[in-house]
């Protein structure tokens, strides 16, 4: 078996002998329903133990914007193209309500690449966030592992701005669970990232939609 064959067997029957397309087919089904499985059950579990810290942080974002505030979201890799779906999350909702001030760090390719290239990669967000954050604005942070530094230094700035900080993460938290690192952090118990990943997204588009809700109230 060469080529596409090795690569898709199941669109080549005859390569693997008789009813071997009708396997594989059988064996990614059953992949794909153990997948969409679990991350049911891991989002089940997050809404099960952080419903009401997740309640609390929709709380305080709604504040923080009611009084003027604005959403700062940064990350890495598929974190960093998060980042930009949290912006557009608040920007330009799905359901009715107000656009509500937000940026992906990320957006800006200039920025970030000139201060990796000049300064370092640690300080790609933490730079625009103390050159821009302002009191009672509200930092988002996305990392799957809880440990990017450059993230870690982000939300560092943050505090010191005086920034409401809020942040996403996987596995055990990472260094992001440490006390003092962030004021409302919601950990996906997981050790892989595309169901980190997955969950995340729902966490923050119910916190948009919370925060939508509390801002509806007042």
Same mark, same amino acid.
């Given at each position: 078996?060469?080529?596409?064959?090795?690569?898709?067997?199941?669109?080549?029957?005859?390569?693997?002998?008789?009813?071997?397309?009708?396997?594989?087919?059988?064996?990614?089904?059953?992949?794909?329903?153990?997948?969409?499985?679990?991350? =049911?059950?891991?989002?089940?579990?997050?809404?099960?133990?952080?419903?009401?810290?997740?309640?609390?942080?929709?709380?305080? +974002?709604?504040?923080?914007?009611?009084?003027?505030?604005?959403?700062?979201? /940064?990350?890495?890799?598929?974190? #960093?193209? =998060?980042?930009?779906?949290?912006?557009?999350?608040?920007?330009?909702?799905?359901?009715?309500?107000?656009?509500?001030?937000?940026?992906?760090?990320?957006?800006?390719?200039?920025?970030?690449?000139?201060?990796?290239?000049?300064?370092?990669?640690?300080?790609?967000?933490?730079?625009?966030?103390?050159?821009?954050?302002?009191?009672?604005?509200?930092?988002?942070?996305?990392?799957? #592992?809880?440990?990017?530094?450059?993230?870690?230094?982000?939300?560092?700035?943050?505090?010191?701005?005086?920034?409401?900080?809020?942040?996403?993460?996987?596995?055990?938290?990472?260094?992001?669970?440490?006390?003092?690192?962030?004021?409302?952090? /919601?950990? +996906?118990?997981?050790?892989?990232?595309?169901?980190?990943?997955?969950?995340?997204?729902?966490?923050?588009?119910?916190?948009?939609?919370?925060?939508?809700?509390?801002?509806?109230?007042?």
């Amino acid at each position: 078996m060469t080529g596409l064959e090795s690569l898709y067997p199941f669109l080549y029957p005859s390569s693997g002998g008789a009813g071997s397309g009708e396997r594989v087919l059988g064996e990614v089904a059953a992949s794909t329903r153990e997948k969409i499985a679990e991350i =049911d059950r891991l989002r089940r579990r997050v809404a099960d133990e952080q419903a009401e810290e997740i309640a609390r942080c929709a709380r305080a +974002m709604a504040a923080s914007f009611a009084a003027g505030g604005r959403l700062v979201a /940064f990350g890495n890799g598929g974190s #960093s193209t =998060d980042a930009q779906a949290v912006a557009a999350c608040f920007t330009v909702p799905a359901s009715p309500g107000p656009a509500l001030p937000a940026v992906a760090l990320t957006a800006d390719v200039a920025v970030l690449t000139a201060l990796a290239n000049d300064v370092s990669f640690e300080v790609v967000f933490a730079r625009p966030i103390a050159a821009a954050g302002r009191p009672g604005d509200i930092a988002f942070a996305l990392s799957t #592992s809880g440990g990017s530094r450059n993230v870690l230094a982000g939300l560092a700035a943050a505090r010191r701005t005086g920034m409401l900080t809020v942040g996403l993460a996987g596995g055990g938290g990472g260094a992001m669970a440490e006390p003092g690192t962030v004021d409302h952090l /919601f950990v +996906m118990p997981s050790s892989s990232v595309h169901r980190i990943q997955e969950a995340q997204t729902t966490v923050y588009q119910v916190l948009g939609e919370l925060v939508r809700d509390e801002l509806r109230r007042s």
